[in-house]
């Protein structure tokens, strides 16, 4: 390991739940109780999609967009003020950090949301630059983010550990010759045998990774 590119939710930080349940709290917020699962039917929609679907499911007078405003509001005052860091991370940064390699975030998460998070968590220090698909241009359907981010690191593809939860960008990552190490989150539950199978390294927390190999 040369350089290692982290994932921030759901492998930073125990930050899943808060996109999960987040339509359902801004339907508390304005006195409606919302239905029994309703945090697994938006989840896999865009917050916009979900504005959408929450505006017409609950007769709400207000356009897509407020509510998206709204709920962007409630998933920052998380970050900023709540969201913690999953068991053993700010130990394993340490541990890299003494080695001397250099540690960047790729994230799908927007700037202020991820700056409020790592700043109150005293995680922010561990990270040479933070990436964000929102200002790379890309998702992680794509490899650009990681590219970036190896690039500011200065470390090659091969000799740079990506940490990842979820399947679809553990696949991007290892096809762009990255060595990847698969972490469980709650939220990707039903992928951890493909993620298992795929990934270079699978652990449950990330203080099992070893800091020298996977194997």
């Known amino acids: 390991m040369k350089g290692a590119i982290f994932d921030m939710d759901g492998t930073l930080l125990d930050s899943m739940q808060v996109w ?18 309703l945090g697994d039917v938006l989840f896999p929609m865009s917050m916009r999609d979900g504005a959408v679907y929450v505006k017409e499911r609950y007769g709400l007078p207000d356009s897509p967009d ?11 005052a998380a970050y900023r003020d709540e969201v913690l860091p999953k068991p053993g991370v700010a130990v394993y940064l340490e541990s890299l950090k003494k080695r001397g390699i250099p540690m960047a ?13 790592l700043a109150r968590t005293g995680l922010a220090g561990y990270f040479k630059q933070i990436f964000t698909c929102t200002e790379i241009g890309a998702g992680k359907e794509r490899p650009d983010i990681y590219l970036a ?11 740079t550990w990506v940490f990842e ?36 390294c699978y652990v449950r927390e990330i203080q099992s990774v070893p800091t020298q190999d996977c194997t």
């Open 20 to 37: 999960v349940h987040v339509g359902e709290q801004y339907l508390r917020n304005r006195g409606i109780e919302p239905e029994e699962g």
């Open 165 to 200: 939860d979820a399947l679809y960008a553990i696949k991007t990552a290892k096809a762009a010759g990255f060595y990847t190490v698969g972490l469980y989150d709650e939220t990707s539950r039903n992928d951890q045998e493909a993620i298992a199978g795929l990934a270079d």
């Open 105 to 117: 975030v790729a994230t799908a998460t927007n700037r202020p949301m991820v700056e409020a998070a």
């Open 149 to 159: 981010a190896a690039k500011a690191l200065g470390t090659h593809p091969a000799d």
């Open 66 to 76: 407020t509510i998206v405003t709204d709920m962007d509001a409630i998933v920052f």
